[in-house]
């Protein structure tokens, strides 16, 4: 494997110790023979099952696979965070560890960035496989980020996102503020756009998140985001005449 591959794919795992196999088969088989190299980042954010055990015997069958391990549980955003700055990847994906989304539609995003010219794509789920209430939470949700931030980002909880990774490097998130790195990422200059994916039932384990802490958290993100808009730094500037060359023995410029 190259220093710099092609594409880092990323994920944070929390007590997904049975699909964490599963995952990593998929994501080979999507990847194999499309042209791009490419690397696996894991981060275990202190899972209580074996998934930390896993991974690591999972290394063997693939190679390109790095693990990550956090000292305690310290969130989605910290992962994600900590996956993002480890990725050496010129592009970046990220993705669930509950195989809910689907690797599959990963080079088909890749496609579409390419094609596009854009500097991130994020997926839009269809023909959702969750409950009725999960998707009208999800609905009025996203309704209300986009009220509030300004923004028009159709489906904000979808994980699967593809991006640039020096678009990533400009940004700085805090707990919460993974869903909304398509709004950060745009406020920076960087163009995003959208494009259908998969979406498929949980199989093994239980969902992380519950209705009323994703309403409250989101709601306080979605009012840090606005203020972090109205205060974002917008100027051009150019420089008048001519730049001097440095001066012999010396890395600053004249004064």
Request: aromatic content about 6%.
């Amino acid at each position: 494997m190259t220093d710099r591959p092609d594409l880092s794919v990323v994920f944070p795992v929390y007590n997904e110790e049975e699909n964490v196999p599963i995952l990593l088969g998929e994501i080979a088989k999507a990847l194999e023979g499309k042209g791009w190299s490419y690397e696996i980042v894991a981060v275990d954010d202190g899972s209580r099952d074996r998934s930390l055990e896993v991974l690591r015997d999972q290394r063997a069958k693939h190679p390109t696979l790095r693990v990550l391990a956090f000292e305690k549980n310290s969130g989605q955003t910290a992962a994600l965070d900590a996956a993002w700055r480890a990725a050496r990847g010129t592009f970046v994906v990220s993705l669930d560890a509950d195989l809910q989304n689907d690797p599959a539609d990963i080079p088909l995003m890749m496609k579409k960035l390419e094609e596009s010219g854009a500097d991130m794509v994020i997926g839009v789920r269809v023909n959702r496989n969750d409950t009725w209430s999960r998707r009208m939470q999800s609905r009025i949700g996203n309704g209300v980020r986009n009220w509030i931030t300004k923004d028009n980002i159709t489906d904000t909880g979808c994980s699967l996102k593809l991006v640039r990774r020096e678009a990533i490097d400009r940004v700085t998130l805090y707990t919460g503020m993974h869903r909304f790195l398509p709004t950060l990422v745009r406020l920076r200059g960087y163009k995003v756009i959208e494009m259908p994916v998969n979406h498929r039932a949980r199989r093994f384990g239980v969902s992380k998140y519950g209705a009323m802490n994703r309403a409250f958290r989101g709601l306080a993100d979605c009012l840090a985001v606005r203020w972090m808009s109205k205060r974002m730094l917008d100027y051009k500037v150019r420089e008048e005449g001519p730049v001097h060359p440095l001066r012999e023995g010396s890395s600053e410029q004249p004064r």
